[in-house]
């Protein structure tokens, strides 16, 4: 499982994901994550909509070009009801 982590909430995501044997690799953002989830190769990518740089639905566009069988799960705090139907 490939998690972008942006916050504080993503990385006890991560913490209970690891302790529940899965293998997860984490990134703080979208320019991170397509590097590390380009050599880890992971079965899912989950990503929050709001990150530093490159938003989470930008993440998405780059796996669905680079690894269009990779399922994508996008979350998010926020209820701006046109972030959420844009991903």
Known sequence: IALAVPDL???LLSERLKRRQFEVVTARGAAEA?????AAE???VVTDLNMQGQS???LCEWVVTNRADTPVIVITAH???AQVTGA
């Open 56 to 58: 989470g639905i930008q």
């Open 34 to 38: 397509q590097v590390s989830f380009d």
């Open 42 to 44: 992971p079965d899912v």
């Open 9 to 11: 909430s993503d990385r």
């Open 79 to 81: 209820a701006d009801q």
